[in-house]
């Protein structure tokens, strides 16, 4: 019901900056949080940066100072600025989108991901 795709991921040197962008569609309620998490070979998949559509954001502590969510609520989509970007920042970032919906007299949450796009940092 609904589709993210991510692009902007590629290679990049340590201190370089790269932006990613995650365009949505489909059944989108106008409440919903919109994210960036990452996975690295070997590890978990982590939270990078949320927004919700009120404009409210959290990052990984990681990340703070260095990379900044945005979304443009009239075009769905989401974009995350990297700047000084270090070798560990290297992974598969994957587009994430949450939004609740009231079922059978219960609050649920729906899930979606993105297919993923990777970054790569490297001299």
């Known amino acids: 019901q609904v589709q993210l795709v991510e692009s902007g991921g590629g290679l990049v040197q340590p201190g370089g900056s790269l932006r990613l962008s995650c365009a949505a569609s489909?059944?989108?309620?106008?409440?919903?949080?919109m994210g960036w998490y990452r996975q690295a070979p070997g590890n978990q998949r982590e939270l990078v940066a949320t927004?919700?559509?009120?404009?409210?954001?959290n990052y990984a502590d990681s990340v703070k100072g260095r990379f900044t969510i945005s979304r443009d609520n009239a075009k769905n989509t989401a974009y995350l600025q990297m700047n000084s970007l270090k070798p560990e920042d290297t992974a598969v970032h994957y587009c994430?989108?949450?939004?609740?919906?009231?079922?059978?007299?219960?609050?649920?949450?729906?899930?979606?991901w993105g297919q993923g796009t990777q970054v790569t940092v490297s001299s």
């Open positions: 994430n989108l949450v939004q609740k919906s009231i079922w059978n007299g219960v609050w649920r949450s729906q899930n979606y």
């Open positions: 927004i919700t559509s009120g404009g409210s954001t």
């Open positions: 489909g059944s989108i309620f106008s409440i919903n949080t």
